[in-house]
């Protein structure tokens, strides 16, 4: 059983940054992908960005690459998804995610433990 808490979410101006956290705990999940999907209101829920827990590389969806980036303290046991250059199209609720059924893992079928979320507002 993994166990995954978000925060970090908020309102932020057009342009703004906004750092998530997303503190994990349980059995085994050395060996587990995380990510992060979205849901925006009326939307599926979108993937943005995993990485391996032991591994470095990470990899993103193109709407957020070159602004989100994800990274992993693993004295902490927390993952983190840093946002740059917020737009109103990254409004949503932002979800952490673990998941064993291989390597990059994209879908939302493929991962096993889901936090709560955390709302995050672009909004001038």
């Known amino acids: 059983q993994v166990h995954l808490v978000e925060s970090g979410g908020g309102s932020v101006q057009p342009g703004g940054s906004l750092r998530l956290s997303c503190a994990v705990s349980g059995h085994s999940f050395s060996t587990y992908v995380m990510a992060w999907f979205r849901q925006a209101p009326g939307k599926e829920r979108e993937f943005v960005g995993g990485?391996?827990?032991?591994?470095?590389?990470?990899y993103y969806a193109d709407s957020v690459k070159g602004r989100f980036k994800i990274s992993v303290d693993v004295a902490k046991n927390t993952v983190y998804l840093q946002m740059n250059s917020l737009s109103s199209e990254d409004t949503a609720v932002y979800y952490c995610a673990a998941g064993s059924k291989g390597d990059r893992l994209s879908q939302p079928r493929d991962f096993d433990y889901w936090g709560q979320g955390t709302l995050v507002t672009v909004s001038s």
């Open positions: 990485r391996s827990w032991n591994a470095g590389a990470t």
